[in-house]
């Protein structure tokens, strides 16, 4: 474990040495009209041209009066051969004025991106869109936060699925504990209830609405057209299928032909909800996406293998069988858990310095102290796992056990114990820095 907290200290230089630009959410290029722009004569569209093809997002482009009328006959469409451009055309005969643009994309990582700018026909005076933005173009407190929260739990739940590792190859006699089935099913029940809830929630934080609209179908039909609802969806069956398997699996009776079989199903459906995650997130905002979203699956992989396995090497701890030997368990664990701790340190480097805009945004935004807060989290996890793994290796009976040896080996387990729970609570920690990380921009 020093080795690892040696390469994490070298990873965190060639952070902090090496940080290069990264790519922020979509962005607004140009507009026709532009901002502030004085037209002798109506337009008959306005357009909008983006810094990422984001599709055609309904309702994402809205013109209206100073009076608050909408002008634009919608819908939104591209009008030429760029798919980066998207327009919405304006009613015939519009009279001198000023006019509002107001628009609201939601980026390719699921988080929407909203402003206006204002044009004026005629020789009126410009007033500018400045103070006049609706309320549909800022994100509403409590559906922010319970989307947060939502983020949170699903997180929580993937890690409690992740323990699946740590049952199969380090103690296979967890398939007969009710304890350490129902660990797993309250994982499954996590993803599938917090995918719902970011379901029905994204259409009220797309558009800025509160938790009143969660239930409009219009929102509901919007977050279906876009890939992030698609991709919900597809995260949602795939951990029913791996409800539907975990039982199988466990049975303790399983023929070694149909437990391999399951194996690979549960490898497969695990993926596919991994990849649900990295596919929604900030590596997607990333040109070379294949190296991000390919981080990011390691990234998260490795942390739900890491502290799943924590979790149920902690409640096997609490209240272990009369006649189990833990120790080999624990150091079965322990290496699966050395190659994890590198996994999530070289990946979320890889991460960093793909996402990170500039080293001084390490210390000048909200996300670069989150990521600090997140690094030093992981730091003080790695020191605590050191600690259990010289436990775990004096908790190893010799052959011939002196006199008193017991007596030793139930003081290293009790100290074991409680590393165990340490890491376990500090993991928790380390999740809701991550849930809040995936909702804030890189920039911010």
Same mark, same amino acid.
């Given at each position: ?42 337009? +008959? ?14 309702? +994402?482009?809205?013109?209206? @009066? ?15 051969? $760029? ?12 009279? @001198? ?31 500018? +869109? ?49 304890? $350490? ?143 189990? @030997?833990? $120790? ?82 139930? $003081? ?14 500090? +993991? ?17």
């Amino acid at each position: 474990m020093k080795r690892a907290l040696a390469l994490l200290a070298f990873l965190i230089g060639w952070l902090v040495l090496g940080a290069t630009p990264a790519f922020a959410h979509v962005e607004i290029v140009s507009s026709t009209p532009g901002d502030g722009a004085r037209l002798s004569a109506a337009p +008959s569209l306005v357009s909008v041209t983006l810094s990422e093809n984001v599709g055609i997002q309904p309702g +994402s482009i809205k013109v209206v @009066d100073l009076e608050g009328r909408q002008v634009d006959t919608g819908p939104v469409f591209q009008p030429g051969e $760029a798919a980066e451009q998207v327009a919405v055309r304006l009613k015939p005969g519009l009279p @001198d004025g000023t006019y509002l643009v107001e628009y609201a994309f939601v980026s390719a990582d699921s988080h929407p991106v909203r402003g206006t700018f204002a044009f004026v026909v005629g020789t009126g005076p410009m007033v500018t +869109s400045a103070g006049a933005v609706s309320a549909a173009t800022g994100t509403d407190a409590a559906v922010d936060a319970v989307s947060t929260g939502a983020r949170w739990l699903a997180y929580l739940g993937v890690v409690l699925l992740g323990g699946l590792a740590f049952v199969v190859l380090c103690r296979p006699a967890a398939r007969a504990d009710p304890r $350490a089935r129902r660990l797993l099913r309250w994982g499954a029940g996590l993803v599938a209830a917090t995918t719902v809830a970011a379901f029905v929630l994204q259409g009220p934080y797309a558009a800025g609405r509160n938790l009143e609209a969660v239930f409009d179908t219009r929102l509901l039909a919007d977050t279906l057209r876009v890939a992030y609802g698609k991709l919900l969806l597809l995260r949602l069956a795939a951990v029913a299928v791996l409800a539907l398997l975990l039982p199988r699996l466990l049975r303790p009776d399983l023929p070694e032909r149909l437990r391999s079989r399951y194996e690979n199903l549960a490898v497969v459906t695990g993926f596919l909800v991994l990849l649900t995650f990295s596919a929604t997130g900030h590596p997607v905002t990333d040109p070379i996406i294949f190296v991000s979203v390919s981080a990011d699956l390691v990234h998260f992989g490795a942390i739900a293998v890491w502290a799943g396995g924590l979790a149920q090497l902690a409640l096997c701890l609490h209240r272990p069988a009369a006649d189990e @030997d833990l $120790a080999p368990v624990a150091t079965r664990f322990s290496r699966i858990a050395g190659g994890a701790v590198t996994a999530i340190a070289l990946s979320g480097t890889v991460l960093a310095l793909r996402i990170m805009p500039s080293l001084p945004s390490l210390w000048t935004t909200r996300f670069g102290l989150l990521v600090l807060l997140k690094i030093a989290g992981f730091a003080v996890l790695l020191a605590v796992a050191s600690r259990s793994r010289r436990a775990v290796r004096r908790s190893l009976t010799p052959a011939a056990p002196p006199e008193g040896a017991t007596k030793t080996v139930t $003081a290293d387990l009790r100290r074991l114990r409680q590393a165990v729970v340490v890491e376990v609570l500090l +993991s928790v920690v380390v999740l809701a820095l991550a849930a809040l990380l995936t909702v804030t921009p890189p920039s911010g």
